[in-house]
């Protein structure tokens, strides 16, 4: 089992920034990726951000140029970095891991982080 604690939500004003942080503890052996997800009242779960364990990212096409994922293999710790938030980019945020496995892979959760932009 993989344990993810999400944290650095927050109320943040239009333009501002939030940087949020994702440890994960337990067996994080043959974790391939992490993301972080969003879901906002009445809307899908949608991906945010994504980094596999070779570095390689992927952006949600609405926050690219803004927001910026990072992890730290050491310390089993994955990031998010918001700049220029905008009051659509509030939601809750969730931190995802994927280990690799057969037939299909393993996804564990974080329990969520609230972001609110104010416009």
């Known amino acids: 089992q993989v344990q993810l604690v999400e944290s650095g939500g927050g109320l943040v004003q239009a333009g501002g920034s939030l940087r949020l942080s994702c440890a994960a503890s337990?067996?994080?052996?043959?974790?391939?990726?992490f993301g972080w997800y969003r879901q906002a009242p009445g809307k899908q779960r949608e991906l945010v951000a994504a980094i596999g364990g070779s570095g390689i990212t992927n952006y949600l096409d609405s926050v690219k140029g803004r927001f910026t994922i990072s992890r730290d293999n050491a310390e089993n710790t994955v990031y998010l970095q918001m700049n220029s938030l905008k009051p659509e980019d509030t939601a809750v945020y969730y931190c995802?891991?994927?280990?690799?496995?057969?037939?299909?892979?393993?996804?564990?959760w974080g329990q969520g982080t609230q972001v609110t932009v104010s416009s």
């Open positions: 337990g067996t994080t052996f043959g974790i391939q990726s």
């Open positions: 995802n891991a994927r280990r690799l496995g057969y037939p299909l892979p393993s996804d564990y």
